[in-house]
């Protein structure tokens, strides 16, 4: 190993970690050193790191918001022990959100080092692998649903990108909060069966090159008049949306794994009195997250959410970055000491 191209940051203690040497690299297992622990920061033993969708946009280097041209330890999300802190009991719980760059190492690492406001305490027994996968995946389908569109019993829901675990969680959410009639939009046709299984009323399959008029014609057939459309892939699918869309239907965009643009018509928009909003977490306090954090850990601890993962050592989490990068339809989760992701939290 070249030492040289190692990760080094003030102060002591190395960790084995991931690391992305330049945009566009492929990931490897390293070493990096932590900053010393100060006032105001917590350190904490990972257990488990999900990986984002994100993780893999910022590492390529095409993000829109961060790019980093030297080495660092991604890992935007983890769950973990406490290690020393001023503010979290040492051996207690947490989940924390990592800004990852090349001087504040990430969560794909046997360490962390956080800020105090970014770590909440977990509820006691619940799986530190859910807790984590359910962290930005959840909020990501949580907050547009519920507190940007502001579903309301008896409407109709419409999720674009249904089969990746951000649209999984957000047909169950919508399930669960009393929507009237839920439809799932997405490519893989074997991961569309789940999402019905999931709770879906009806799920459409997007086809190579249709027009928008078409997948419009078949959006309508299966959903109707629709109230709140969450949209995580843009492109011509939003198109079409926007014309089944009802009166005051409200839009969430947070993603765009379709395309970078959309048209849309004006003359649709006043006339429907549409609200379209965007929603990235990056940009959203954890404090703001947390009422959509301990619903969402409340429901999956008692079996009223269900999310697929796949379980990742931390030398096998270039294998998962690639199986991220081929959606999985699951929620890849890295795992530095198995004997923390599987002990007692009772």
Known sequence: MNA?????????????AVLVDAPAAEPRLGSTVLPRRTAGTTLIAVAAAPLNPLDLLIASGSFHSVRHEAPY??????????????????GSWVYAECHAAPATPGAFADRVLVADADVLPLPHSIDPVLAAAVGNAGTAAYMPLMEIAGLRRGETVLVLGATGAVGQLAVQIARRAGAERVIGVGRD?????????????????????????????????????VDVVLDGIYGVPLEAALQVCAPRARVVNIGDLAGPTAQVPAGSMRGKQLVMSGFAGLHVSLRDKQPALTWLWSAISRG?????????????APAAWRTQSDSPHAKCVVVPDVRLSTGDRA
């Not at 040289?4 to 084995?16: D, T």
């Not at 009323?201 to 109707?224: F, W």
């Not at 009223?304 to 096998?316: C, K």
Request: net charge negative; glycine share 8%.
């Open 73 to 90: 330890v991604p890992g935007s999300e983890c769950v973990g022990v406490v290690l020393e802190s001023d503010a979290h009991a040492p």
């Open 304 to 316: 009223e959410l269900h999310l697929a993962t796949r379980v990742f050592p931390l030398d096998e």
């Open 189 to 225: 046709h074997t991961a569309l069966q789940r999402v019905l299984v999931l709770g879906a009323d009806a799920v459409v399959a997007l086809h190579p090159d249709e027009s928008r008029d078409d997948l419009a014609a078949r959006l309508r057939g299966a959903a109707g008049p």
């Open 4 to 16: 040289a191209s190692e990760v080094h940051a003030p102060g002591s203690g190395s960790v084995r």
